[in-house]
């Protein structure tokens, strides 16, 4: 923090030279409080100086994990716009989550608002052109006091933001390394289709016991057969076919509607031309049929994958065109040098 006149304490920029995906301190949060028994349920909201908050140990969200959350990102365009990329998008997921939690629906138009006024008002942590963006993190979380195991009345809508660059120490330039597991990542039938705490939490241990074996990350199979590739611990996956064809797991009770998942589809199919399905995608047709497989996330944005270890025999994949080709043309809508022809940037500023 540096102080500035008037005393007021302002947070320090970061090195824009050197971002990475991690948390730093940014000048303002949001904050709105609702309770079920009102109506409307949702105060209109707040913008406060970043700081801790205030909440019962007894909190639902503390011990039963009824919290949800979204990720999001904001870039700044060469001829100084800052674009906010689909925040309509993560507001209806924001909503389908809550449903499956158990927490009241936020109202869309109200995470939009509330969204682009915090980038906005945290504008000076927006990174310049080319050196990273701006991530957004709303939550919505049970605030009441409860022992018991039940619904909840009150809640609260926090949205922070900070600088990020890649999700990867070094940017991960050739692609990352996975280890397939023959487990899921989400029970049959569970929670895998919301954006919920609890989905990702289980997964720390299990990536963490692979990552100090050299891997980046996991391949998760599906929870009912161990036959079918899902996701890794925070993106989607998907695969371009020997034949040219793009496969990426179709969405179920186990895959996560992602935003970067949705737009690469509808980048590769409308503008691109390629050829994509959306089906239950065998473990051993990535390994018999693949050419070329990556990711895709609002961190991880679109990643290549290098390598997949599958029953201790490796698989690589040399190719990354179509990834290459997709994200040239995400990153251009994103940053504004694109055409925006699906509509999907929010301008800012
Ligand atoms: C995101 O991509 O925004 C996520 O929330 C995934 C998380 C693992 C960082």
Redesign the pocket.
């Given at each position: 923090m540096t102080a500035t006149a008037g005393s007021l304490m302002q947070k320090s920029l970061p090195n824009w030279d050197n971002l990475s995906?991690a948390f730093t301190e940014t000048d303002f949060m949001y904050r709105s409080y609702g309770d079920k028994r009102n109506v409307p349920i949702w105060d209109r909201g707040e913008f406060a100086p970043l700081a801790d908050i205030k909440v019962s140990p007894a909190a639902a969200f503390m011990s039963y994990g009824l919290g949800i959350?979204?990720?999001?990102?904001a870039q700044r365009s060469a001829d100084g716009r800052i674009l906010l990329f689909r925040p309509d998008k993560n507001a209806e997921r924001f909503k389908r989550s809550a449903v499956r939690l158990s927490l009241p629906e936020f109202p869309a138009h109200q995470f939009v608002e509330a969204c682009v006024e915090m980038v906005r008002r945290n504008e000076r942590f927006v990174p310049p052109v080319g050196k990273g963006s701006f991530?957004l993190?709303p939550l919505e979380l049970a605030v009441e006091p409860k022992l018991g195991l039940g619904p909840s009345n009150l809640f609260l809508v926090l949205i922070y933001g900070c600088p990020v660059g890649s999700?990867f120490t070094g940017g991960a330039p050739k692609g990352v390394r996975l280890q397939v597991l023959e487990q899921g990542r989400v029970a049959p039938g569970g929670t895998g289709y919301a954006?919920c705490m609890s989905n990702?939490a289980g997964g720390i241990y299990v990536a963490s016991q692979w990552k100090e074996k050299g891997f980046d990350d996991v391949l998760y199979l599906d929870a009912r057969h161990l036959k079918y590739v899902t996701e890794t611990?925070?993106?989607n996956v998907f695969l371009k076919r020997k034949d040219g064809v793009i496969v990426t797991p179709s969405l179920d009770d186990q895959i996560l509607p992602?935003v970067?998942r949705d737009s690469t589809i509808q980048v590769a199919r409308s503008l691109l031309g390629m050829k994509v399905e959306e089906r239950p995608l065998a473990i051993d047709e990535v390994i018999e049929e693949g050419e070329e497989l990556f990711c895709t996330?609002?961190?991880?944005t679109l990643q290549s994958v290098r390598e997949i270890v599958h029953h201790g025999i490796t698989v690589k994949f040399p190719v990354e065109d179509a990834r290459k080709a997709i994200l040239d043309v995400v990153r251009g809508i994103q940053t504004g040098s694109r055409e925006d022809t699906f509509g999907w940037t929010v301008k800012v500023r």
């Open positions: 995906f959350f979204e990720g999001l990102k991530y993190r999700y954006k990702y611990s925070g993106s992602g970067t996330g609002t961190a991880w």
